[in-house]
T-cell receptor, first 115, second 114 residues
Framework: AQSVTQLDSQVPVFEEAPVELRCNYS??????LFWYVQYPNQGLQLLLK??????LVESINGFEAEFNKSQTSFHLRKPSVHISDTAEYFC?????????????FGKGTKLTVNP | GAGVSQSPSNKVTEKGKDVELRCDPI?????LYWYRQRLGQGLEFLIY????????KSGLPSDRFSAERTGESVSTLTIQRTQQEDSAVYLC????????????FGPGTRLTVL
């Protein structure tokens, strides 16, 4: 069985500060890794994903995440956040070995960017 | 194009009543998923449909929960004899086939059981 742990339920930061949202996973098989974001009053949408190859993946709005197999982590980072980054962020994994296609989600981290 | 739609957006019901939630996936998406999000919790997988294959029902919490999908179109999630612990936001997602593909989520149905 797979599980995802997001250690921080809430992260408040000031605008233009760096931020890291932590995600650790547990799985007996290889996985695909995802970060989904839910902006206020909007549905969940994909932010970025790791499938294979380079362990560093980036989104179009400046977020990046690095897959660390030895630490089973996929932390999300941004060097300078904006007010518009205020949202709830969910880390998720899926089975890369042909098992179920379901996503297993963490409990989410609410990022609040203050002026 | 149109995204995933769900109806109703809100549903308030009395304990013991049956409810039916509807999901219209993106056209051409063969995979359809139902998830549940309880207050303060992550998304919990309920059921997965892929084309004409047998659905993966491994996440359904009890036999009061069931779901159907007609071909590669509309899906309905039915909860019988609702309980207060069924109160949650029920999310539907659709995707192209493959666990590496992005899942596109609907806006959800907020179910409140009194």
């Amino acid at each position: 069985a797979q599980s995802v742990t997001q250690l921080d339920s809430q992260v408040p930061v000031f605008e233009e500060a760096p931020v890291e949202l932590r995600c650790n996973y547990s799985s007996s098989v290889s996985v695909y890794l995802f970060w989904y974001v839910q902006y206020p009053n909007q549905g969940l949408q994909l932010l970025l994903k790791y499938l294979s190859g380079s362990t560093l993946v980036e989104s179009i709005n400046g977020f990046e995440a690095e897959f660390n197999k030895s630490q089973t982590s996929f932390h999300l980072r941004k060097p300078s956040v904006h007010i518009s980054d205020t949202a709830e962020y969910f880390c998720a994994v899926s089975d890369a070995q042909g098992g179920s296609e379901k996503l297993v989600f963490g409990k989410g981290t609410k990022l609040t960017v203050n002026p | 194009g149109a995204g995933v739609s769900q109806s109703p957006s809100n549903k308030v019901t009395e304990k013991g009543k049956d409810v039916e939630l509807r999901c219209d996936p993106i056209s051409g998406h063969t995979a359809l998923y139902w998830y549940r999000q309880r207050l303060g919790q992550g998304l919990e997988f309920l059921i997965y449909f892929q084309g004409n294959s047998a659905p993966d029902k491994s996440g359904l919490p009890s036999d009061r929960f069931s779901a159907e999908r007609t071909g590669e179109s509309v899906s309905t999630l039915t909860i019988q004899r609702t309980q207060q612990e069924d109160s949650a936001v029920y999310l539907c997602a659709s995707s192209l086939y493959g666990p590496y593909n992005e899942q596109f989520f609907g806006p959800g149905t907020r179910l409140t059981v009194l």
